[in-house]
Structures are given as structure tokens and as C-alpha cells.
């Protein structure tokens, strides 16, 4: 039943799901939230930061054979379009890179797999343009600075939309 929950997720096949059953188990209650099992798959950013000064901060230790499987498990699902996975990718890999990318989508993919057990829900995809939605002022905000820094004057007016 979890299996196939887990199946139904893009990236993640019926091998991948049974390898993340068998590596963390059906029993979410071992860990207090989905930050502790992030951290316990080794999928947490480490943060070496001291003075000020950020220090090179790869990912901490942790279990290698469920951060691989999800590893793999992320670099699947960025390549399905119109997923909230792809998204992320696309949001993250401008700013961090590839590889951080993907450890950021797998995280969050391992934290949506906690949720899924521990409430026994199915998996339900935020879709591609979840981060449009968000908060429109903010990006109507950002993209009219834009234009101005361009040196474009904007002066928006609400579309009329015919039902």
C-alpha cells in the first residue's frame, strides 16, 4: 500500500520505493519531524558559518545508501516537466548549481515520503507554477524594478478577462 503510494510520486519507481521502505521503515514515530529524518538520510545542508564567515558547507553524514537512492530518486523527477520538482530544480540551479540543486529536491522529496507515511495520505504534486502562485505583489514588485533598472517607465492596468 506505502509502495505504491511512493510509486505514484515522479521520480520515484517501485524499486526506489521499496529500498526507502526497507532503509527508514513504515514507523515515522523514531523520528520527532521531517527535519530529523532529512538530517538522519544525510539529505541536510550543513551550515558552517562563524564570525560572519560562511566555511564550505557540504552535506552532513548520514545513512548513504537512502541519500543515494533519493539522490537518483530527484535526478528522475527534475526531468519530468510540469512537476513541482522540476520547479525547485529550475528555481535552484540558477543560484547553487546542479548538485546542490538536486540534494535540495531530494530533501524535499524525502520530507513530502515523511509526511506521506506519517499521515497516511497520497501524494498530491504542487505543480510547475506553485512558485508563480505564492505571492504575486512580490513579483509584480520585482519585475516592474526590473523594468525600471532597464530604463522602461510601468504603469500596469488589470486585464479584463472574458468568461
Not at 551550515?47 to 543515494?68: C, P, Q, V, Y
Not at 539522490?71 to 513541482?84: D, G, L, R
Not at 506521506?116 to 520585482?142: C, H, S, V, W
Request: hydrophobic share 35%; with cysteine.
Amino acid at each position: 500500500m506505502i509502495i505504491e503510494r511512493l510509486d505514484e510520486m515522479k521520480g520515484i519507481g517501485r524499486r526506489s520505493a521499496e529500498q526507502i521502505i526497507a532503509e527508514i521503515g513504515i514507523d515515522m514515530d523514531r523520528f520527532p519531524g521531517a527535519d530529523n529524518l532529512a538530517s538522519w538520510c544525510g539529505l541536510s545542508p550543513g551550515s558552517n558559518e562563524s564570525a560572519g564567515k560562511k566555511k564550505s558547507s557540504k552535506m552532513r553524514n548520514g545513512n548513504k545508501h537512502i541519500r543515494t537512492t533519493m539522490i537518483e530518486c530527484a535526478k528522475a523527477a527534475v526531468k519530468s516537466p510540469n512537476t513541482f520538482w522540476c520547479a525547485k530544480y529550475s528555481k535552484l540551479v540558477v543560484r547553487r548549481g546542479a548538485n546542490r540543486a538536486t540534494a535540495a529536491v531530494a530533501r524535499a522529496m524525502i520530507v513530502a515520503i515523511y509526511y506521506m507515511i506519517k499521515r497516511n495520505e497520497p501524494f498530491n504534486d504542487l505543480g510547475a507554477d506553485y512558485y508563480f502562485t505564492q505571492d504575486e505583489e512580490k513579483m509584480k514588485n520585482k519585475f516592474i524594478r526590473n523594468l525600471g533598472k532597464l530604463g522602461y517607465d510601468v504603469t500596469l492596468t488589470p486585464q479584463v478577462l472574458d468568461s
